[in-house]
Nanobody
Framework: QVRVVESGGGWVQPGESLRLSCTGT????????LSWYRQTPGKERELVAS????????NYADAVKGRFTISKDNAKNTAYLQMDFLKPEDTAVYYC???????????WGQGTQVTVSS
């Protein structure tokens, strides 16, 4: 049974950091690539960052480049999104997505709320 569980969201002040975690079980974790998305009310889900199944190559949206770091620990079946220098515009629900073979297989986390406010 596939299970994807996110954690680590919360409320922080501008300039602070958060690390989101996403644990996946019930599928071939090592073979799956990883993406993190975010969504705010009334807007489409936005791709924030992605990495390959080994974590060797990563890409970031311009809005988060230099502040966010995506990673994937295949030994722990856990993925991360380290978010530094957070801004109010980073406020959103964040989703992890494990995908394989051009998203023929795709597993989503339940989403975790990140709020950045003073």
């Amino acid at each position: 049974q596939v299970r994807v569980v996110e954690s680590g969201g919360g409320w922080v002040q501008p300039g602070e950091s958060l690390r989101l975690s996403c644990t996946g079980t019930g599928f071939a974790f090592r073979s799956f690539s990883l993406s993190w998305y975010r969504q705010t009310p009334g807007k489409e889900r936005e791709l924030v960052a992605s990495t390959t199944n080994t974590g060797s190559t990563s890409n970031y949206a311009d809005a988060v480049k230099g502040r966010f770091t995506i990673s994937k620990d295949n030994a722990k079946n856990t993925a991360y999104l380290q978010m530094d220098f957070l801004k109010p515009e980073d406020t959103a629900v964040y989703y992890c997505n494990f995908h394989f073979n051009h998203k023929q297989y795709s597993h989503w986390g339940q989403g975790t709320q990140v709020t950045v406010s003073s």
